[in-house]
């Protein structure tokens, strides 16, 4: 396959999950705001969502004063913002677009409905209450998009390309909605254990869709280092690193079995995979589940910058 259109799927996948992830981090984000706070600072909801979506700096440089509505407005529908929905979704439709013939026509249909859709959307005439409904829409579409490549595309270099894309950028999104809890939303130790703790950590495990599940797993109340294993380490779980790094590995191989060479990415996935296949949580947490979650996310960006080279990626 040409590097450029191995590219393309490999976004066109990234973007989707994108796009899906920024959804679920900013009902985070809004279920979080509607919790009672402690002490003065009622926007450390928003800093927190800012900062796991990497958009903090861009925010304050066309914003400076973080409030609400902009916030929402910069992740949801600003085209300057390249994380932001609008931009996702575009970039994902034009990347489709160029690869056409690489797409099942139920691929291309959903896609190209969804960024239709999206587009209709007036963000000026929307009233407060209609932000659920959409997040919860874009969470459908992405759903949608990847049923539809799941069902009709050869298990090929297509397939293995846009597996890729989607599990690298779920990775990322775990790690970093997991750190932002830890680190940046829950400032004082003071707070674990809390009635804000708790709210905090339901809400997290919201975003990833593990609410129920993790129940199911644990039967037990919420627990900071349950949750942590459960997003780390439960390869049963779909949006955990283990289980990415499961399917990441995996397409690394197919491809090598393909192209009948192995590529240095594939050894950089399968120590990373190793690393979460022996990781005990325990261990984790004494030596420090910040500096854990940092270098998950450093190796997961060297797996993809690998990917790039291997595969003659244009950029």
């Given at each position: 396959m040409l590097g450029r259109t191995a590219n393309?799927?490999?976004?066109?996948?990234?973007?989707?999950?994108?796009?899906?992830?920024?959804a679920r981090l900013i009902e985070a984000g809004y279920r979080i705001a509607l919790q009672p706070r402690i002490g003065d600072d009622q926007d450390s909801e928003w800093i927190s969502t800012l900062e796991s979506t990497g958009c903090t700096d861009a925010y304050k440089a066309k914003h400076g004063e973080i409030t609400t509505k902009n916030v929402i407005d910069f992740l949801l529908f600003d085209p300057s913002n390249p994380s932001s929905i609008h931009t996702c979704l575009s970039?994902?439709?034009?990347?489709?677009r160029t690869q056409r013939t690489a797409l099942t026509r139920e691929m291309w249909e959903s896609l190209n409905g969804s960024w239709l859709e999206f587009q209709a959307i007036r963000p000026d005439t929307l009233r407060s209450d209609a932000?659920?409904?959409?997040?919860?829409?874009?969470?459908?579409?992405?759903?949608?998009?990847?049923?539809?490549?799941?069902?009709?595309?050869?298990?090929?270099?297509?397939?293995?390309?846009?597996?890729?894309g989607t599990f690298l950028e779920r990775a990322d999104n775990t790690a970093r909605i997991l750190d932002v809890k830890y680190y940046v939303l829950l400032p004082s130790t003071n707070m674990i254990g809390t009635a804000v703790d708790t709210a905090q950590w339901e809400t997290i495990l919201r975003s990833v869709s593990a609410h129920m599940s993790y129940r199911w797993v644990y039967k037990e109340s919420y627990r900071s280092w349950r949750i942590a294993d459960y997003l780390i380490l439960n390869r049963a779980m779909p949006r955990s690193l283990h289980a990415c790094y499961d399917k990441i590995d995996e397409a690394l191989a197919d491809l090598s079995s393909l192209y009948g060479e192995?590529?240095?990415?594939?050894?950089?996935?399968?120590?990373?995979?190793?690393?979460?296949?022996?990781?005990?949580?325990?261990?984790?947490?004494?030596?420090?589940?910040?500096?854990?979650?940092?270098?998950?996310?450093?190796?997961?960006?060297?797996?993809?910058?690998?990917?790039s080279e291997a595969y003659h990626f244009t950029g």
């Open positions: 393309d799927l490999f976004w066109l996948s990234r973007y989707i999950e994108r796009a899906e992830n920024m970039s994902a439709r034009r990347n489709a932000l659920p409904r959409i997040l919860d829409w874009v969470k459908e579409r992405s759903a949608g998009y990847r049923g539809a490549m799941l069902n009709t595309i050869l298990r090929n270099d297509t397939y293995f390309f846009s597996q890729l192995e590529k240095p990415c594939l050894i950089t996935a399968k120590s990373t995979l190793a690393l979460l296949h022996r990781g005990d949580i325990d261990t984790i947490f004494q030596s420090g589940l910040h500096e854990f979650l940092l270098d998950f996310i450093a190796r997961n960006n060297r797996v993809a910058q690998e990917i």
